[in-house]
C-alpha cells in the first residue's frame, strides 16, 4: 500500500519547479522550492517538528505538556500541527499585524492565540517573546520553543531542505535565495549547500528593503514574516542566534512594492499563488539570474502560500490603499494631489514622544501657512528626516482638540503628545480615485488625509485639494 501511517511523515519533501519568467534560456534556470506543499503549508513544519521531537529527546517537553512560541504565524502552525498530531496543548502569541486567516489557521488547529500589539521595543515586557516566555514559564508542563534562538530550527532544515535540494538537483545548484526571518532555512540549507560543494554554492538573502538585516533602518514593512524590524526605541538588537551570517555571502535589500507586484504576477501568469516573502525571494533571485549564464542554477525558497494572504496582497482595495497599485489614470488620482517630485520631501507628522506645547506650536504654523492644522503622529524615526511608513502613523493630533483639552485642564503643555492622540487620520494610496477618497473623507468627517505611495506616508491632502483635482 501507499500510504502513510502518520501525517509527520508528510511534512518537507517540497518539489523543484522551474519558473518561467526568467525566459529564453539567456540567463540561468529558476526553481522554486514549494513549501507551501509541505503537510501543514509553509516552509515552518520543519522546524515546528524537530524542535519538538528535540525537546521530546531533551525532557524539557514531556507528555501532557504544553508548546508556547511568540510568531507571526506560519512557526505556529507548524508547532501546532505537529503539537494536535502528537497530543500537546499549544499557545501561541502573534502581533496584530498577523492576517486574519493566519490566527484562524491556529485556532483551527485547537491553539490557544494570545494577539499582543507589534512594533513594541524589544525590552517591553509586552513585546510578544517576552509574554510567550513569561507564559511557558508560568504554565505546568509549558515548553518555550523559541525559534530564534533554537538551534533545532536550523538543524531542521540542515538535515532536510539542504539535502533534498541537493538531491533534487543532482548537485547542480549553484545559488540559493532565501529571505531570512529567524534565519533558520538560509543558515541550515545554506550551510548544507555549502558543504556538499565545497563552498562553490553562494547564499543570498532576499531581504525587506528597510529591514536591518540587508542594512535598513528597521522602520516597519509590509511583507510578513520576514526580515528584521527595529523599533526605534529598542537598545539591544541582537540578532537571532538561528541566524548565522557567515552562511550568507549577500543580502539584496527588495522593496515591498516589487515583491508584492511579483507575487501577484505569479499567480496570474503561472498558477503559482504564494505569500509576500515569496515575492521578495523570488524578486532577488530573479535578479541573480540575470547576471548568470544557463550553466548555473538558482534556487528559491517559496516559504507558503498567497492563500493566507487573500485579504491583503490579493486584494485591489487593500493593495491601492497602502500604495501598491498605480490606479485607473483615466480618472484624476489621489497621487495627482502630490506629484512624484513631492514625494521625496519629509511628511509633516509629530513625533509621539514630542509634548502637547511642540506639537500646538507646529499646529499653529499649519494654520498661519493656511492649512488644516491637524497632524499625523507615530514613533521618532531612527534616521532623522526618513518617510514613516503607513504602519507608523498611529494617531494624530488636531489644533482643536489639543486647545479645547488644555482650556478644560485635560492637558498640559508638557504632557507627551502620545497621552492625548486621536485616531489616525484616514489614509488613500497614490492610485485611488480622487472621487472616491473625497467622498470617504467627508463620510468621515476629515478634512484632511495622508497619502501613501509603496507603504510610506508621502503627503498630506486635504479636501479643497481633492475637489481642485476634480475640477
Ligand atoms: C512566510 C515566511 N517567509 C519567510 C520566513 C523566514 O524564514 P526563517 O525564519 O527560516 O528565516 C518565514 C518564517 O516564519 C515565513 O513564515
Not at 246 to 271: F, M, N
Not at 439 to 444: G, I, S
Request: glycine share 12%.
Amino acid at each position: 500500500m501507499d500510504v502513510h501511517e502518520s501525517l509527520l511523515e508528510l511534512i518537507g519533501n517540497t518539489p523543484l519547479v522551474r519558473l518561467r519568467t526568467p525566459g529564453a534560456g539567456r540567463t540561468a534556470p529558476v526553481y522554486a522550492k514549494l513549501e507551501y506543499l509541505s503537510a501543514g503549508g509553509s516552509v515552518k513544519d520543519r522546524p515546528g517538528l524537530r524542535m519538538i521531537e528535540e525537546a521530546e529527546r531533551s525532557g524539557a517537553l514531556r507528555p501532557g505538556g504544553t508548546v508556547v512560541e511568540a510568531t507571526s504565524g506560519n512557526t505556529g502552525a507548524g508547532l501546532a500541527m505537529v503539537a494536535a498530531a502528537k497530543g500537546y496543548r499549544t499557545v501561541v502569541v502573534l502581533p496584530d499585524k498577523s492576517s486574519a486567516e493566519k490566527i484562524a489557521t491556529l485556532r483551527a488547529y485547537g491553539a490557544e492565540v494570545v494577539v499582543r500589539p507589534g512594533g513594541l521595543p524589544l525590552e517591553d515586557p509586552e513585546h510578544i517573546v517576552n509574554l510567550a516566555r513569561r507564559i511557558a514559564e508560568q504554565t505546568p508542563g509549558g515548553w518555550f520553543a523559541q525559534q530564534y534562538d533554537n538551534p533545532a530550527n536550523p538543524d531542521a532544515h540542515y538535515r532536510t531542505t539542504g539535502p533534498e535540494i541537493w538531491r533534487q538537483t543532482e548537485g547542480r545548484v549553484t545559488h540559493l535565495v532565501s529571505c531570512v526571518g529567524t534565519g533558520g532555512t538560509i543558515s541550515g540549507t545554506g550551510r548544507f549547500l555549502k558543504e556538499a560543494s565545497d563552498g562553490a554554492v553562494r547564499v543570498i538573502g532576499a531581504d525587506p528593503a528597510s529591514s536591518v538585516y540587508s542594512g535598513g533602518d528597521g522602520r516597519p514593512y509590509f511583507v510578513e514574516a520576514a526580515g528584521r524590524f527595529r523599533h526605534p526605541e529598542t537598545i539591544d538588537d541582537s540578532w537571532p542566534v538561528s541566524f548565522h551570517r557567515e552562511v550568507v555571502d549577500e543580502l539584496l535589500p527588495i522593496a515591498d512594492r516589487d515583491a508584492l507586484l511579483t507575487i501577484r504576477r505569479l499567480a496570474r501568469e503561472e498558477g503559482l499563488l504564494v505569500g509576500g516573502s515569496s515575492g521578495t525571494a523570488v524578486t532577488a533571485a530573479l535578479r541573480v539570474a540575470a547576471e548568470l549564464g544557463p550553466e548555473q542554477l538558482v534556487v528559491v525558497m517559496l516559504p507558503d502560500s498567497g492563500r493566507q494572504y487573500l485579504s491583503k496582497y490579493f486584494n485591489d482595495d487593500w493593495m491601492l490603499r497602502n500604495g501598491f497599485l498605480d490606479g485607473d489614470a483615466a480618472h484624476p488620482l489621489v497621487g495627482d494631489a502630490v506629484p512624484a517630485e513631492l514625494r521625496e520631501r519629509p511628511l509633516p507628522y509629530l513625533h509621539h514622544r514630542s509634548t502637547v506645547g511642540q506639537a500646538l506650536d507646529a499646529l499653529r504654523a499649519r494654520a498661519a501657512a493656511g492649512a488644516d492644522p491637524v497632524l499625523p503622529a507615530g514613533p521618532a524615526p531612527v534616521a532623522p528626516g526618513r518617510q514613516p511608513t503607513a504602519l507608523e502613523l498611529l494617531g494624530a493630533a488636531s489644533l482643536e482638540q489639543l486647545a479645547a483639552a488644555l482650556a478644560q485642564g485635560k492637558a498640559a503643555p508638557t504632557d507627551p503628545i502620545a497621552d492625548h492622540l486621536t485616531a489616525p487620520l484616514p489614509r488613500f494610496g497614490t492610485g485611488e480615485r480622487a472621487d472616491a477618497a473625497l467622498a470617504e473623507l467627508t463620510a468621515a468627517g476629515c478634512d484632511t488625509a495622508v497619502v501613501v505611495h509603496d507603504g510610506h506616508g508621502v503627503g498630506l491632502v486635504g479636501a479643497a485639494e481633492l475637489k481642485a483635482l476634480l475640477g
